[in-house]
């Protein structure tokens, strides 16, 4: 296996036939050759974390494989996709919860239209998928991140290194970078839980990748087919992110500049104007759609999110940066968050690496919106970030080789690309996303130079450089593999009892030294912290969010997601529709102490469900009223309804969504309101009932509370 690695043997000479004949040429020549190792190398790579990429995106600890798994918010494109179907952007009123923008009386979302624009081809012909499109968007979005850069660095190396022969070890090599590109990075994180949030960053990787290749074909060849090309993509990547979408815009301004100061050549000169137009199409298509959503061209009116009107945490932060989100101050916490080589965590418990323990944090007296815990590319992604500081060496040295000049138009570019994430107040792990551009082209050159260094080097020197380039590739994977298999905020109760079992099943001891008991949860603990409440009455898990800012989150200690809930915490509701158009009076579903759940009539023939207490809070969010339902005459609708007196919550979902997550007061305990039988020939306008649940079997928290010794 090590030997197949040295460099390629000599191109065998070619045939002559018997008597003189023809030259029949049936070795392949070194260009052909390379490309086909290039290729084989390249499509391992990929197919090797694909596996990978998948189970996070199609499972995660959900036990089930399922190609439309989605996490809420996830149909915010199907909402502006309908919209734009009938000539308008904004969608309805409350659709969108607190991410929606309040502009002239109308909803907006700040999300970009490429996402909705992709959907419209399915959505006229059914409502069943609205919602459920997010993970073949993200899988679509990362085939072609994966095709794009593979394209990209054989692009880049033909440039610095013409058609210097490939032999298999460099080869391999760059399968190493694709799998640390597709499945060691934020890449493979953003498909954990598919969601609006993440499926634009997803899109903004391939499309900024992508439009970099063309620019970089048109910088090397122009031609009218790659400025079409280009100007294509380049559009796209506007109407599905701004900050990177200006990056693209940029990038071909750059170029048309490098073409009219003739850098190109003389007569190459009349690209310029071609470039130029292949940048401001897309810019003007970008500030068209935000004119028409917001009433300006660039930026959002961050003071109209509902969020603001809601939150006081964020009208602070707002005020403290002149009403903006974005500040150059920002830069020395969101860069240090984002390269921080300190910023993993290692334990005994299984998967053994995780994200810090706690939330990123301000190093400088700036006031930030929301930060959560954030593992930075130093350590999660160490083989990207040490090739592309090599890259970026070797791109603007002076002498440069080859014709890497027309690369450091495209590092450039991509670089800009970074800015929107570093000026943000806002830290996330996802937001590396904005990085991913600048580390592929940079890590492409610096590894593409490591190998120029090697030519003539002996086989055993070229087999530990690879040796240390798949260490490297390898570690990235295992560390977001493990970041990503750790439960975050969105994960479900199935998603966490699963992932608590593997531990348990593989580290038992070591968890067993990560419990506490109680009867009271905490507001906060460092993220992994398990909690047994009472005699498992619950099994909870810290995520190691802070929600300080947000008192509707704090109140319900939602750094604490659970695992377990006893039997007595979760009832099902039926409602039966014996009347058609229902107008009321509500009708009461549950009580629990002092708070009623109940149901209401709502306009347009619809109902609604309310949580109501004696006392009111003055908790504004999460909203105490469910979302609208059509009344159905004889229709039968159910509710699961659980009340956590340790989280101080209540939780209707409906039909596997979320309806109300709300703050629960009092000690209950809670009972369902039955409607008591009648022998009447009429029946109720609404028949309560309640539906039998499976048995609740604690057994793994009572595992894990015998597994605690005396002193614990």
Request: some cysteine.
């Amino acid at each position: 296996m090590i030997d197949a690695l040295e460099a390629p043997p000599a191109v065998e000479p070619d045939v002559i036939t018997e008597g003189g004949g023809d030259v029949a040429s049936t070795a392949p020549t070194v260009e052909q050759q390379s490309k086909r190792r290039f290729t084989i190398a390249t499509i391992v790579g990929t197919a090797v974390v694909a596996p990978i990429y998948l189970w996070v995106l199609w499972d995660l600890w959900t036990g089930k494989i399922n190609a439309l798994r989605s996490v809420a918010p996830n149909n915010f494109y199907e909402l502006q996709a309908r919209a734009m179907f009938s000539g308008q952007l904004n969608v309805p009123t409350g659709s969108l919860g607190i991410e929606g923008f309040l502009h002239g009386g109308k909803t907006f979302t700040y999300f970009g239209i490429w996402p909705s624009i992709i959907r419209m081809p399915v959505l006229p012909f059914t409502h069943a998928y609205d919602g459920a499109l997010t993970a073949p968007s993200l899988l679509t979005a990362w085939f072609l991140t994966a095709l794009f850069t593979a394209l990209l660095i054989w692009r880049i190396r033909i440039l610095v290194r013409g058609s210097a022969s490939l032999g298999w070890a460099e080869a391999a090599s760059y399968g190493a970078l694709m799998a640390a590109i597709l499945g060691g990075s934020v890449v493979l994180y953003i498909a954990a839980n598919p969601s609006t949030y993440d499926e634009d960053f997803a899109w903004s990787i391939a499309l900024v990748v992508a439009s970099m290749f063309t620019l970089l074909g048109m910088a090397a060849h122009p031609s009218a087919r790659g400025a079409w090309a280009s100007g294509l993509l380049i559009l796209a990547a506007n109407l599905n992110r701004s900050p990177t979408g200006y990056a693209c815009v940029i990038t071909a301004f750059l170029l048309a500049g490098w073409f009219a100061l003739g850098k190109g050549g003389k007569d190459q000169r009349r690209w310029a104007f071609w470039l130029v137009l292949v940048g401001v199409v897309p810019l003007l298509a970008n500030c068209a759609v935000t004119y028409a959503k917001f009433g300006m061209p660039f930026g959002l009116p961050m003071a109209e999110q509902e969020w603001a009107h809601i939150n006081a945490h964020r009208r602070h932060f707002l005020a403290a940066n002149g009403g903006k989100a974005f500040s150059f101050g920002f830069i020395p916490s969101t860069a240090w968050a984002y390269l921080n080589p300190t910023a993993l965590s290692f334990s005994s418990v299984f998967p053994f690496i995780g994200a810090p323990l706690t939330p990123a944090h301000a190093i400088t007296p700036v006031v930030l919106d929301q930060t959560y815990a954030t593992t930075s590319v130093t350590d999660a992604s160490p083989l990207l970030f040490l090739l592309s500081c090599w890259g970026l060496v070797t791109a603007f040295r002076p002498k440069g080789i080859g014709d890497i000049r027309f690369v450091r138009l495209m590092l450039v570019g991509s670089a800009i690309a970074t800015g929107g994430v570093l000026v943000w107040g806002y830290i996330s792990y996802r937001y590396v996303s904005d990085l991913m551009p600048f580390l592929i082209i940079a890590g492409a050159v610096g590894m593409i130079d490591i190998w120029r260094r090697l030519d003539g080097r002996t086989s055993q020197v070229r087999k530990w450089t690879f040796g240390a380039i798949a260490a490297l590739a390898a570690f990235g994977v295992l560390a977001n593999s493990a970041i990503t298999a750790s439960p975050s905020t969105w994960f479900s109760k199935t998603q966490l009892a699963g992932f608590v079992t593997q531990q348990d099943s593989l580290t038992p001891g070591a968890l067993a030294h990560t419990v506490v008991t109680g009867t009271r949860l905490p507001y906060y603990a460092p993220a992994g912290t398990l909690f047994i409440a009472g005699q498992c009455d619950g099994l909870y898990r810290s995520t190691g969010d802070s929600y300080v800012n947000s008192p509707g989150q704090q109140i319900t200690h939602s750094t604490w997601a659970p695992v377990q809930e006893s039997g007595a915490m979760t009832h099902v509701i039926d409602m039966h529709f014996n009347i058609d158009h229902w107008k009321g009076p509500a009708v009461t579903l549950l009580t629990y102490g002092d708070a009623t759940l109940l149901l209401r009539p709502a306009p347009g023939n619809k109902a609604l469900v309310e949580v109501m207490h004696a006392s009111p809070t003055p908790v504004a969010w999460p909203s105490s009223v469910g979302f609208a339902f059509p009344q159905v005459l004889h229709g039968i609708y159910r509710i699961t309804v659980t009340t956590d007196p340790y989280l101080k919550s209540i939780v209707v979902e409906w039909y596997g969504s979320t309806m109300i997550r709300r703050y629960l007061a009092g000690t209950g305990p809670a009972v369902v309101a039955v409607t008591p039988p009648t022998d009447a020939p009429s029946q109720p306008a609404i028949v309560v009932t309640e539906g039998a649940l499976p048995p609740t079997h604690m057994g793994l928290c009572k595992a894990l509370l015998r597994a605690q010794t005396p002193s614990s």
